[in-house]
Structures are given as structure tokens and as C-alpha cells.
């Protein structure tokens, strides 16, 4: 068994909840849905205007560069507020446990479970409820079958020590090592 102290940020929380959301069908939905609805509503009203003035109008210019912009832009914008709102979020929950929140969790790592000890809480993960690990180019990410994840900064002292764990109890990985936020 190995006892490993680790620190958390919230710049790691919140790469790990957005990668998370970023990747799940009702985001990718709601973007698609966005992005694509303004734009054929000013379409169709620049159709309207063509039929019943017989010419395009600057009017009519204008919203199609603004429907351009905004099905090539969106995405940009879309990504933004998310962040931001994971990040209110995770403030939020910050102030919300105050004295009770740490920075720093124990773990205890051996090949039937996975500890996790912090302010006297303890959390135990069987390695089988582990889904997967995912590789980032900056983080390691943890998914729990249950719902939850833990994101591992690969910049921490500790880095080496977990993916030497994570890989020899044969977790399912993947790399994602082009997504950035």
C-alpha cells in the first residue's frame, strides 16, 4: 500500500468538470441546437425580405454576415460561459464547506481500492467502479462509475507515483492529449 498527500486546485477541478461536460451528449446538443437556430432564423428572414421587396437589402446583408459570424463564433462563446459557470460553481462550493474544505487529500493506493482521506472523511473506490482514466496533455482524469472525478495535475510531485498506480491495476485509458481548455 502506498500513502501519497496530494493537492488539489480548483483550476483542476475545473478542467476536470469541463472536459467532463464537453464530452457529453446534451452539451454537444445544446451547442448544435444554438448554433444553428439563429442563424437559419435570420436566413429565413432574409428570404422573406428578398420575396417581398424583389432585392436584398443592407438589412438583409447584414444578417447573413451576423448568421456567418455567429454559427463560426458561437462555439467560442459556448465554451466561455461553461467555464465560467463551472467556475462560480466550484467558488460556490468552496465557501459553501469553508472551514471543512482542504486542499490536500490523502490517498491510500493499493490494488483492491482506492482511499481517499481528507478532514476525516473517508472514501473508499473499489478499483472495479473506476470507468476509466483519461490522459490530458496537462492533467489525469479519474472517472468513477457512480459519476463523480478526480483530475491529477501532471505537474504535481506525486504525478509519477499515480500513473504507475493507475496503470498496473489496469484501468481502461485514453488519451486526449490535443484538448486544451
Given at each position: ?31 448544435l441546437k ?13 428570404i ?15 444578417l ?16 466561455r460561459?461553461?467555464i ?9 462550493k ?35 467502479r ?33 500513473d ?18
Amino acid at each position: 500500500m502506498d500513502i501519497v498527500k496530494e493537492k488539489f486546485t480548483l483550476e483542476d477541478n475545473l478542467i476536470g468538470l469541463f472536459y467532463k461536460a464537453q464530452h457529453s451528449k446534451e452539451y454537444r446538443a445544446k451547442l448544435l441546437k444554438s448554433r444553428l437556430t439563429f442563424p437559419l432564423i435570420w436566413s429565413a428572414l432574409v428570404i422573406v425580405l428578398f420575396i417581398i421587396n424583389d432585392t436584398i437589402s443592407w438589412f438583409g446583408i447584414v444578417l447573413l454576415i451576423l448568421s456567418i459570424l455567429w454559427f463560426f463564433f458561437y462555439p467560442i462563446r459556448y465554451k466561455r460561459l461553461h467555464i465560467k459557470h463551472y467556475r462560480k460553481y466550484l467558488e460556490n462550493k468552496k465557501k459553501e464547506l469553508g472551514d471543512s474544505y482542504t486542499e490536500e487529500d490523502i490517498f491510500h493506493l493499493n490494488y483492491t481500492d482506492f482511499k481517499i482521506y481528507s478532514d476525516g472523511v473517508e472514501l473508499s473506490i473499489p478499483i472495479s467502479r473506476i470507468e476509466k482514466l483519461v490522459e490530458l496533455n496537462t492533467h489525469l482524469i479519474l472517472f468513477i462509475k457512480a459519476g463523480g472525478l478526480i483530475a491529477f495535475n501532471k505537474t504535481s510531485d506525486n504525478y509519477d507515483r499515480f500513473d504507475e498506480y493507475f496503470k498496473s491495476t489496469n484501468i481502461p485509458t485514453e488519451q486526449d492529449l490535443n484538448w486544451s481548455m
